[in-house]
């Protein structure tokens, strides 16, 4: 399967039918024990407030109860004698509040909860807790989720630590640290994100050599991003990949020209974009011919919603809401470093791996400006695709400084 028009519809048929599949088999398991387990969550006072704060009082400590209690809602009520409204239109119990006090009402038995329907996600987290919760109750998975996100970040820093430089791993690891990847790690609202990035990552750094394995990668992650994820910070998943990419393209040049390398970042990003895109409306479309609800709509209305700008606020302030929540000092000082050692030690080899990266760090921007409502309202996790501006900034300027140089220096003292 060389060519792509046929290689690539293929594999999103693929994805497609796993993600049914993945979701029929979770809605066949019993409620009994993920109910139990929920309980038992409650009882150890977790998922008590909706927005919880974590280390410090300022909205990028916000641990998201409100989305995990929602999940959580979604996987106790799954498996319904409707199968099909259990695995498109993901029902949950509600009682006109907050979402941790809708779990809450619904473990106690409450009669007075109404159903509410939220169809136009996949909502693979959800499927995912019910397979989990049927194990474990959510302290005890925090804790999990902790040690997997862990393992998987030192495994991907000492990668690239070994195989591309220890600037690069460095940088990754501090791009990371500014948008508090850490909060990331408790929360299944936010894990699914930073797994994919991390996996995409070590499958880039280990095995692929050539721009059209990359392009395949982004399509996959792109796709596994929509399956996943409630729009927090999709980017992530895309642009953290593709800056290693780059980098790793620094360290072994294959002597294309930087067109054919342009030409390359366009192809995998716009692969990314339709594997994400394509995933996405194909639940509406799904989930309205085989349920009947009108979800197309619903999704096409949200999206409207989502993408416009308000009376009280502009896109402009959507972009410059994100970009507030970065430490804004140490990035600084780190810029002022780094381009100091560029003046010092230039390195003209990396001007166009430099251009890729700036490029790279543009489209996280122009979602804020687009997705200028949500961006907005939801600052406190959506400003975490900015790890890719960063990221992809301190690539740039590590391209641009010889580094051999600089070792040949410390040698010769």
């Known amino acids: 399967m060389k060519h792509p028009w046929v290689k690539y519809p293929v594999v999103f048929a693929a994805l497609i039918a796993f993600y049914l599949l993945f979701a029929l088999v979770a809605n066949l398991l019993p409620n009994a024990p993920i109910i139990r387990h929920a309980a038992r969550t409650l009882a150890k006072d977790d998922l008590q407030n909706d927005f919880f704060f974590v280390y410090s009082c300022r909205p990028a400590y916000y641990l998201d109860n409100f989305t995990d209690a929602l999940i959580l809602n979604q996987a106790c009520n799954g498996g319904s004698e409707h199968l099909l409204t259990s695995m498109l239109l993901n029902p949950r119990a509600h009682n006109g509040e907050s979402e941790c006090a809708s779990l809450k009402c619904f473990i106690h038995g409450d009669t007075t909860l109404h159903p509410i329907y939220y169809g136009r996600y996949w909502h693979g987290s959800t499927f995912l807790m019910r397979f989990l919760l049927s194990f474990w109750d959510y302290p005890s998975l925090r804790i999990l989720f902790y040690l997997i996100s862990s393992v998987l970040l030192a495994w991907v820093a000492a990668v690239l630590y070994r195989r591309i430089g220890k600037a690069v791993a460095l940088f990754f690891v501090l791009a990371l640290a500014f948008v508090n990847c850490f909060m990331m790690q408790h929360s299944i609202q936010f894990l699914p994100v930073l797994l994919i990035a991390l996996a995409a990552t070590l499958w880039v750094a280990y095995r692929v050599t050539e721009p059209r394995q990359l392009t395949l990668v982004l ?58 895109g394509a995933t996405w409306v194909s639940k509406w479309g799904i989930a309205t011919v085989l349920t009947g609800e009108n979800i197309i709509r619903d999704g096409a209305k949200e999206f409207a919603l989502r993408a416009g700008a308000q009376i009280d606020y502009s896109r402009l302030d959507a972009v410059t809401n994100n970009l507030s929540l970065i430490p804004r000092y140490y990035v600084v000082y780190i810029l002022i470093l780094m381009g100091i050692l560029m003046l010092w030690r230039f390195n003209r080899k990396g001007i166009g791996t430099a251009l890729l990266c700036l490029l790279t760090a543009v489209p996280p921007l122009l979602w ?7 961006s907005y309202l939801h600052n406190w996790f959506t400003y975490r695709s900015l790890s890719v501006c960063l990221m992809a900034v301190f ?19």
């Open 219 to 276: 399509f996959i992650a792109g796709s596994l991003t929509a399956f996943f994820d409630l729009l927090t910070c999709p980017a992530m998943t895309w642009g953290i990949p593709l800056c290693v990419y780059l980098m790793k393209q620094q360290r072994h040049p294959d002597g294309r020209s930087w067109l054919r390398r342009l030409g390359s970042w366009a192809d995998a990003s716009v692969m990314w974009a339709i594997g994400y």
């Open 395 to 413: 690539f740039a300027l590590t391209a641009l400084v010889d580094w051999q140089r600089i070792k040949q220096l410390r040698i010769k003292h």
């Open 368 to 374: 804020y400006f687009v997705a200028a409502d949500h």
